[in-house]
């Protein structure tokens, strides 16, 4: 089946440090791929997708290339703030009938002064 | 605004008292669905709907229930909740398409006793 696997965290920076958290899947066919950012005491937000392969999606600084040869979705920003700190889930949908997201654990992000 | 809106946000029951936690979409979405997520798991899925009247299961179905009669609402019924239940629920929906993202609700945290 599907399955999405992120790196261990928590992980914690300094403002105005760059950021890359890691996201690997393994899916059938071409999934599509999503990153999503939950707030404390929030739902999930959808903060950027790729429908497929060398697609970049990006938002709010935030950025992630779709890549196929080595089924990878990291998620990057040059430069963090405190009001990234947040848990960042990546995500694939499946391209049956259900079209679940199948979702990594999640990696809480703390930011710094 | 577009939203997907769970209630309540916060319930505290006792063992084997049967409960719902509703959710309603007005973005009419053709699918919806429930999730609880656990720490260290990530989001799992209860339960989806394709559209009024089709649900199916997900990879975690059992103790719930659920009914999709209107297009706008799917509410999650728990017949007699256990501990291993206390969880945080998430109901979502999105447009029929597999490229499309998840809109969550803002979360319903569930202890049962």
């Known amino acids: 089946g599907n399955s999405v696997t992120q790196m261990e965290g928590p992980v914690t920076l300094s403002e105005e440090a760059f950021l890359t958290i890691n996201c690997t899947y393994t899916?059938?066919?071409?999934?599509?791929l999503f990153w999503y950012v939950q707030y404390p005491g929030e739902g999930l937000q959808l903060l950027l997708k790729?429908?497929?392969?060398?697609d970049k999606g990006s938002n709010k600084g935030f950025e992630a290339t779709y890549r196929k040869e080595t089924t990878s979705f990291h998620l990057e920003k040059g430069s963090v703030q405190v009001s990234d700190s947040a848990v960042y889930f990546c995500?694939?949908?499946?391209?049956?009938?259900?079209?679940?997201?199948?979702f990594g654990k999640g990696i809480t992000l703390s930011v710094r002064p | 605004e577009a939203q997907v809106t769970q209630n309540p946000r916060y319930l505290i029951t006792v063992t084997g008292k049967k409960l719902t936690v509703t959710c309603s979409q007005n973005m009419n979405h053709e699918y919806m669905s429930w999730y609880r997520q656990d720490p260290g798991l990530g989001l799992r899925q209860i339960y989806y709907s394709m559209n009024v009247e089709v649900t199916d299961k997900g990879d975690v179905p059992e103790g719930y229930k659920v009914s999709r009669k209107e297009k706008r609402n799917f509410p999650l019924i728990l017949e007699s909740p256990s501990p291993n239940q206390t969880s945080l629920y998430f109901c979502?929906?999105?447009?029929?398409?597999?490229?499309?993202?998840?809109?969550f609700g803002n979360g319903t945290r569930l202890t049962v006793t």
């Open positions: 899916a059938t066919g071409y999934p599509s």
């Open positions: 790729a429908t497929k392969a060398d």
């Open positions: 979502a929906s999105k447009e029929d398409r597999w490229t499309s993202p998840l809109h």
């Open positions: 995500a694939l949908s499946d391209t049956g009938a259900n079209s679940k997201l199948t």
